[in-house]
């Protein structure tokens, strides 16, 4: 008798948590305050001489950073407390839009002084995005987690349609003056959700990792995690011909069905619906296809939604086609986002979403530039439905190129399982590089089992700290195998004692644990001599 696979949670779920709930509510009126600062900008240098050239400039300002911080951001994120970073950060923040609201109140705002503050946002952007993606994982249960990723970008996806035509109706009204205070508000409401939230404390045995040895650690991580590199792939192959309906969308309502600003806002609310309804069948979707499945339904939607934006005239059939492209965006976001999550421990969680992050900025910024460049040179119509081919494409690919389906199901937990070294002087935290040795005895009858098993072993290794990692046979020992790994220094290889294993390794390393040779005191610990 087999038993039911238990139901995915409700969208709606994480929602019950009070923590959380109160954040998801402060992050969705700050994703509104950032839209309506964006018109608001565009609204001062409308006017100015150069207008095109400084209205694209607000989105430089506002993007750039991200592309430029979003690694050392998430480096940052993973040696400090997250609440503190983000706590000073989103005061600083609403410190800056307060300078704006009142350099524009007093008739000071220059292109200059606007597009410098708004770079310094941007900044405080991308030094808060990986930190509060990051703790989203400490304020929900792990099976939660994919319903996190619909909220949040859910959020974002209402931000994006609905922060724009609030804008534009109270800068006809009172001018940009209250634009930028409701947004410097907007920040206040983060600030006092993060103040109620009591982060448990926690104790650190290690002294932090030093920036540059911490970015090396990541980089290790995710050249050791092929379900994490194939994850960036596929965000790459949904989000670079993606983008070209985004970026030529404005042109679609202006040449296409002749609409004005009203009926481009009007498309935009569209994309937000459907994003709105995607969140509310997610939990539906879930139970009935694997993550692979949705990322390819998601691809052939959004390329029929495209398809019919550069073919179709009609208002109606397009913003129908439009409400199914918002569907298919945040399901295939969520989708991406929550696997990233669910395969990162949280030792390098901040580190592994800055890279999701910033491939999937870069695949938007690039890819706008490139379906722009094609629209000038071919036109609007071709480029859409390049755009569109691209996607079946990236749709069909899912048959060879799956994400992992089973990413809820892994034990990321800390696991210290590794026996505490043998030593006879404690080496200093700078000392190294470190290589240890550990010998296996295998029978032959088992030596296909063995070497397949230290396939995983290896990569656990190297994501874990490892700078090499080499299986060796003995040829003056029967039947023995002898692993090797080395590690940048001693605080390394304590880190990976100590910090980085998790339940999952642990699980591969019982596959071989009874090849080992001895006991711990067989394991040999070599510290690398100064030249002198």
Known sequence: MTTAAPKPPSTWAPLRNRVYRALWIAQLVSNLGTWMQTVGAQWILVDQPNAAALVAFVQTATT?????????????????????????????????????AVTTATGHTTPAVLLTLLFLLGCGQALTAPAWQAIQPELVPREQIP???????MSMNIGRAVGPAIAGV???????????????????AIVAAL??????????????????????????????APAIRRVLLRSILFIAPGSALWALLPVVARDGLHLGSSGYGLMLGALGAGAVLGALALSRVRALLTPTRQLGIAAVLFGVATVGAALLNAVVPVLLLLVCAGFAWLLALSTLNATMQLLLPGWVRARGLSVYMLVFMGGQAIGSLVWGLVAGAFGVVAALLAAAVLLGCCALSTLWLPIRHDADALDLTPAAFWPEPQLVEEPSPADGPVMVLRPYDVPPEHVEDFLAAMVFVGRSRQRTGAMEWRLYRDVGVVDRYVEAFVVRSWSEHMQQHQVRLTAQDQLRESAVARFASGDETTITHLVAVPPR
């Open 195 to 224: 103040i109620l939230w009591r982060r448990p404390s926690t104790e650190r045995s290690l002294p932090s990792e030093r920036p540059l040895a911490a970015l090396q650690a990541g980089t290790r991580f995710i050249r050791a």
């Open 170 to 188: 109270l800068v006809s009204l009172s001018g940009p003056t209250l634009v930028f205070t409701l947004n410097a508000l907007s920040f206040g």
């Open 147 to 153: 319903s996190v990723a619909a909220l949040g970008s």
């Open 64 to 100: 750039l950073p991200v592309m430029l911080l979003s690694i050392p951001s998430g480096v940052i994120a993973d040696l400090v407390d997250r609440r503190r970073l983000l706590l000073g950060a989103q005061t600083t923040m609403a410190l800056l839009a307060a300078t704006l």
